[in-house]
């Protein structure tokens, strides 16, 4: 059974501070991984990653993925108010199908 | 925004009742997924459909049934409703199944049964 554990659970900041969310996992042929921000409606894709060491960047947002240790890491620097949301993590098998994490409550105080 | 609906957007509902949840699209995408999302749990797959008529059990399908008769909608029915089904529950689409990253969410729907 495929298996997504992110940390922290929540996490309160403040307006400028960097965060740093952690994701692992364990799958049966690992396609991708996959994060995801919502807000308070539908998650909205931020990321995929395939390859390892590989980072992704958008904006002040970025992500890395480690194949070998089974984990990603989710970094935002200088966090504003806006980034206040639910951070989710997923792995898609080879079967196309997502395992999702439990989420890491994000909140940034001005 | 991916054109994608889910109605009602809100329901409350009693132990043992039947309820059914819809998804409409207009993307025209082949495959549409129910989740429902959990406190401590992320999202979870309830049942999948990647084409009309041709839907399969995600990894927690229990007490639930659905069916896809036209391209454009995905139906959930919960045939006799239990508490343990309170819930949100979401919608997604995607075009390509290799491309299972590309979906996209609807706006969710909060199911409470007493």
């Known amino acids: 059974e495929d298996k997504v554990v992110q940390s922290p659970l929540s996490l309160v900041v403040h307006e400028g501070d960097t965060v740093t969310l952690n994701c692992s996992y364990e799958?049966?042929?690992?396609?991708?991984l996959l994060w995801y921000k919502q807000e308070k409606k539908a998650p909205t894709f931020l990321f995929m990653l395939t390859s390892s060491g590989i980072e992704k960047k958008s904006g002040r947002l970025s992500s890395i993925l480690d194949k070998k240790e089974l984990f990603s890491i989710l970094n935002i620097t200088a966090t504003q108010t806006g980034d206040s949301a639910i951070y989710l993590c997923a792995v898609e098998n080879a079967g196309n199908m997502l395992t999702f994490g439990g989420g890491t409550r994000l909140m940034v105080k001005p | 925004d991916a054109g994608i609906t889910q109605s009602p957007r809100h329901k409350v509902t009693e132990t043992g009742t039947p309820v059914t949840l819809r998804c409409h699209q207009t993307e025209n995408h082949r495959y549409m997924y129910w989740y429902r999302q959990d406190p401590g749990h992320g999202l979870r797959l309830i049942h999948y459909s990647y084409g009309v008529k041709d839907t399969d059990k995600g990894e927690v399908s229990d007490g639930y049934s659905v069916s896809r008769s036209k391209t454009e909608d995905f139906l959930l029915t919960l045939e006799s409703a239990t508490s343990s089904q309170t819930s949100v529950y979401f919608c997604?689409?995607?075009?390509?199944?290799?491309?299972?990253?590309?979906?996209?969410f609807g706006p969710g729907t909060r199911l409470t049964v007493t």
């Open positions: 997604a689409i995607s075009g390509e199944r290799d491309r299972a990253y590309e979906q996209y």
């Open positions: 799958v049966t042929n690992f396609r991708s």
